[in-house]
């Protein structure tokens, strides 16, 4: 099983309210803070990066909402596809649309990053729940 197998496993135990706290290659995955809230580490080497979703299913999506995230240089492209990956996974594994947004946190590296891998300007919420800098999300279907 490849590691975004099971991360989408993993995801979806988030989705379903059960509480983990998980290792699987590079990646640690834990909900034990809140049940729908979801801590990813990444670790490589020297390198790491760390990521905080919160976690809904809302009509017929379910949504990743990134509230927090940094990355040692290197690994952040890497570690976001392996997650865009399982992300890909869960949507096909549970059938359903799964939505990730990010706020940019007025980061215009991030900003970059997001518009280069064809995440779009999250304009239907006029981003009224931005913190800093502008919504920008991604669907990923089954």
Sequence with gaps: MAIEDSMAEFFNWVVDGITINEKIGDWSVSNLNSPLMMDLFYSEDSNSAIYGFSVRVERNTVLFYN????????????????????????????????????????????????????????????????????????????
Excluded: M
């Design 67 to 142: 509230y927090h995230r940094e990355a040692s240089k290197g690994t952040g492209t890497k570690s976001l596809n392996q997650l865009e990956c399982a992300f890909t996974v869960l949507a096909i594994k549970r059938k359903q649309k799964v939505a990730v947004i990010f706020d940019t946190f007025g980061q215009k590296d991030t900003e970059a990053w997001l518009i280069k891998n064809k995440y779009n300007l999250n304009a239907d919420e006029e981003n009224k729940g931005a913190t800093v800098g502008k919504l920008y999300q991604k669907f990923f279907h089954p």
